[in-house]
C-alpha cells in the first residue's frame, strides 16, 4: 500500500523559512508526477507546486520563494519555502500521480500544517 508522509510544518514568524519533506512508501515504481498542494480555512485546496524528471511547476503565489526538488532514490519530494508570509498558512499535502496505460493515479498525504505568524 502506498503511503505518502509529510514533515517539516510548523509556526514560523514572516520572513522565516521551513522546509517540507514528503518520503513515500510502499512502492516498487516511480511516480510521473510529485508535488505539493496547500489548503487554508475556508479555502479550496490549490497547487503550491509540482515537479517531474524534466520540469517544476510553480503557482505565481510561490514562484521566487519556494523551491520544490525530489530525490529519486529516496522517494522523497521537498519545498523549501522562504520569505513565508502570514498567507502560506495552511496545510500542506504532499501529491504523486503514476500514470499507466490503465490510467492515472493520485496518492495523498495526511497533510502538515505551516503556520506564519508572529
Known amino acids: 500500500q502506498v503511503q505518502l508522509v509529510e514533515s517539516g510544518g510548523g509556526l514560523v514568524q514572516p520572513g522565516g523559512s521551513l522546509r517540507l519533506s514528503c518520503a513515500a512508501s510502499g512502492i516498487i515504481f516511480s511516480f510521473n508526477v510529485m508535488g505539493w498542494y496547500r489548503q487554508a480555512p475556508g479555502k479550496e485546496r490549490e497547487l503550491v507546486a509540482t515537479i517531474t524528471s524534466s520540469s517544476t511547476n510553480y503557482a505565481d503565489s510561490a514562484k521566487g520563494r519556494f523551491t520544490i526538488s525530489r530525490d529519486n532514490a529516496k522517494n522523497t519530494v521537498y519545498l523549501q519555502m522562504n520569505s513565508l508570509k502570514p498567507e502560506d498558512t495552511a496545510v500542506y499535502h504532499c501529491?504523486?500521480?503514476?500514470?499507466?496505460?490503465?490510467?492515472?493515479?493520485?496518492?495523498w498525504g495526511q497533510g502538515t500544517q505551516v503556520t506564519v505568524s508572529s
Open positions: 501529491n504523486a500521480v503514476r500514470v499507466v496505460p490503465a490510467g492515472r493515479f493520485d496518492y
